[in-house]
């Protein structure tokens, strides 16, 4: 038996697992309007890449969202509308943290975090460059 063929086995079954659950993350997020949609699937379409091409063909194929997919697998596009709701979604979930109990430390960590990612998306273009 080789060693590297069944690693690769299980790293194929832990990135398909992996994928998956961030596929039940995301149609949470289609519900939850402070959770995200879009990232999840981006992170499982990068899960299933490696692991599963008829779930990344499935992926690249939905009808809502395989456009935004292929668009962020080709140039790493985000549309501004993604941006939008995920600034809006990270605002009403950083409200709730600051009505919650938790320490004041976690509300600065919550808050750099997601300027961080607030940055990194305004940095990345909203529409395919022109050909």
Same mark, same amino acid.
């Given at each position: =038996?080789n ?7 299980y ?5 398909? %697992?992996l !994928? /998956?659950?961030?596929? %039940?993350? !995301?149609i #949470? !997020?289609?519900? /939850?309007?402070? =959770?995200?949609?879009?990232? $999840? $699937?981006?992170? %499982? ?11 990344? &063909?499935?992926l690249l194929? &939905?009808?809502r *969202?395989?456009?935004t ?5 080709? &140039? ?8 939008? *709701? ?5 605002? #009403? !979930? $950083? ?11 976690? %509300? *600065?960590?919550?808050? =750099? ?6 940055? *990194? /998306? #305004? ?9």
């Amino acid at each position: =038996m080789n060693i590297k063929a069944v690693f690769i086995g299980y790293k194929n079954m832990w990135f398909k %697992a992996l !994928g /998956l659950m961030l596929v %039940a993350l !995301g149609i #949470i !997020g289609i519900v /939850l309007p402070v =959770m995200p949609t879009t990232i $999840f $699937f981006i992170l %499982a379409l990068t899960c299933f890449t490696r692991s599963s091409p008829a779930l990344e &063909h499935w992926l690249l194929n &939905h009808p809502r *969202y395989g456009v935004t997919l292929k668009q962020w697998q080709a &140039h790493k596009v985000v549309p501004v509308k993604a941006k939008c *709701y995920a600034a809006i979604g990270m605002l #009403i !979930g $950083f409200i709730f943290l600051l009505y919650s109990s938790a320490p004041i430390w976690v %509300a *600065y960590m919550v808050a =750099m975090i997601e300027i961080a990612v607030m940055v *990194y /998306l #305004i940095k990345r273009p909203s529409t395919p460059p022109h050909c």
